[in-house]
């Protein structure tokens, strides 16, 4: 589903206007990145979790050039499922 489709979906099931539905979602989207960027994480009761995990340096291959290289740590968003999401989808 893209988000158009998510919007028209909104728009339909609450009978909003696709232009609020729209300004809603890019919020929501805007201030969950915003969170996470700032090391904070956004809980959703029943949904789940955007989290910010940290990766550990590690060496890297480029087999082409055959040479190593060293990826430092750095930290990557990450979704973590509810349980009732998880169960929703058995």
Do not use: C
Request: glycine content about 4%; hydrophobic content about 40%; cysteine-free.
């Amino acid at each position: 589903m893209t988000k158009a489709e998510l919007v028209s979906k909104i728009a339909e099931q609450t009978g909003y206007d696709r232009v609020t539905v729209l300004n809603v979602v890019e919020e929501m989207m805007t201030q969950v990145k915003a969170s996470v960027s700032s090391n904070e994480s956004v809980f959703l009761r029943g949904f789940g979790s955007f989290i910010t995990k940290t990766r550990k340096e590690k060496i890297a291959r480029n087999i082409k050039a055959e040479t190593t290289i060293v990826v430092p740590e750095h930290k990557i968003p990450a979704f973590k499922p509810s349980k009732e999401f998880v169960k929703s989808l058995k």
